[in-house]
């Protein structure tokens, strides 16, 4: 992504109302379906100057990565409005919320920033950098996990100490970790070409070592952990994965037809979301393994995330975020 120095802003909020319900309890679409518009399936609509991307739920609020304005910026789900700024330089890679924080990558200062949630005020700057920029953190499980080397380095920081207390390792070029089920998953994404790029490794935190790598398709990066299984999309067909937390087995593949590199993927309010530049949304019920929805039109890449009823949807290249009503 790219990265700009810190200029001064005016978040400017439109907060439309709208159609209130998405409307997902239908009859598998058909691909080729023309999308649906999310101006008009969006409950609110929210301009945010600048360059919004990574989306975050936690604390009643949504968290987003402004790195054109070296900044997070929070919005109370209640209001739909900014109520918060905090400065963090250049935030990269998907954030994370627990242990009564935010957890956000600066790619300039090459650390992990830790925001206190209840006064929006930084409190600790952990010197250790992420992979890279497309990349997510982790908070579960005992501690928050980075991806911390392309050499294939998984981090554990102490959210006591704020220090990092292992360091596992893991398969060369694996970039985004979640936590689930008892256990931090990873996807290794691989090299471009190479013959090994298309696996998840599951890790226990109590013993800080893989326990299980399972096979998924070519350039796995962003996973989501819920809804009964871990999801993850394969960049290079643009297809979801399912695993099995159970049997560490993949017993789906949905042709989502979403390839590409960005893009994000989520779960909650009983779907999975997928954000991606070829298509904006798409929705995926795990009850059919199959993509029930789509939304449009292409607006470039960004983020999403489900919780606290509703789903909410980052575009940078136009300055937007879009909350929709699952219901």
């Keep these: 992504m790219k990265m700009n120095r810190m200029q001064r802003f005016a978040a400017i909020l439109l907060i439309t109302a709208a159609i209130p319900v998405v409307?997902?309890?239908?009859?598998?679409?058909?691909?080729?379906?023309?999308?649906?518009?999310?101006d008009k399936a969006a409950v609110a609509t929210i301009s945010i100057a600048g360059y919004p991307d990574w989306l975050e739920i936690g604390f009643g609020s949504v968290w987003v990565s402004n790195d054109r304005v070296n900044a997070v910026q929070r919005i109370d789900t209640r209001t739909n409005k900014?109520?918060?700024?905090?400065?963090?330089?250049?935030?990269?890679?998907?954030?994370?919320?627990?242990?009564g924080s935010m957890w956000v990558?600066?790619?300039?200062?090459?650390?992990i920033v830790r925001i206190n949630a209840r006064s929006n005020k930084v409190i600790a700057a952990i010197p250790i950098a992420v992979?890279?920029?497309?990349?997510?953190?982790?908070?579960?499980?005992?501690?928050?996990?980075?991806?911390?080397?392309?050499?294939?380095?998984?981090?554990?920081?102490?959210?006591?100490?704020?220090?990092?207390?292992?360091?596992?390792?893991?398969?060369?070029?694996?970039?985004?970790?979640?936590t689930g089920f008892g256990s931090v998953w990873i996807t290794n994404t691989g090299e471009h070409g190479s013959s090994d790029n298309g696996?998840?490794?599951?890790?226990?935190?109590?013993?800080?070592?893989?326990?299980?790598?399972?096979?998924?398709?070519?350039?796995?990066?962003?996973?989501?952990?819920?809804?009964?299984?871990?999801w993850v999309l394969n960049q290079k067909d643009g297809s979801v994965s399912r695993i099995n937390p159970r049997t560490n087995k993949v017993v789906a593949t949905i042709e989502a037809g979403v390839p590409g590199t960005g893009g994000d993927i989520a779960v909650g309010e009983g779907y999975v979301w997928v954000r991606t530049t070829k298509?904006?949304?798409?929705?995926?019920?795990?009850?059919?393994?199959?993509?029930?929805?789509?939304?449009?039109?292409?607006?470039?890449?960004?983020?999403?995330?489900?919780?606290?009823?509703?789903v909410?949807?980052?575009?940078?290249?136009?300055?937007?975020?879009?909350?929709?009503n699952p219901r």
Excluded: Y
Aim: proline share 6%.
């Design 23 to 38: 409307g997902l309890r239908a009859a598998q679409e058909h691909p080729d379906s023309d999308p649906a518009s999310i």
């Design 82 to 99: 900014i109520v918060a700024t905090v400065k963090v330089n250049e935030p990269c890679a998907a954030m994370a919320a627990g242990f």
């Design 105 to 111: 990558a600066s790619c300039k200062d090459k650390s």
């Design 131 to 178: 992979a890279d920029s497309e990349a997510s953190l982790a908070a579960g499980e005992g501690g928050l996990w980075v991806l911390s080397d392309k050499k294939g380095v998984l981090s554990r920081i102490s959210p006591r100490t704020n220090r990092v207390i292992r360091r596992i390792s893991v398969k060369p070029n694996s970039f985004a970790a979640m």
């Design 199 to 230: 696996s998840v490794q599951r890790i226990d935190p109590r013993r800080n070592r893989v326990i299980a790598t399972i096979p998924v398709r070519s350039q796995p990066r962003f996973f989501a952990v819920g809804e009964g299984g871990v």
């Design 279 to 310: 298509i904006l949304l798409s929705v995926i019920d795990p009850k059919t393994n199959a993509v029930v929805k789509r939304f449009g039109p292409k607006q470039g890449s960004g983020a999403v995330r489900a919780g606290r009823g509703a």
């Design 312 to 324: 909410w949807v980052s575009a940078h290249d136009v300055n937007k975020v879009w909350r929709l």
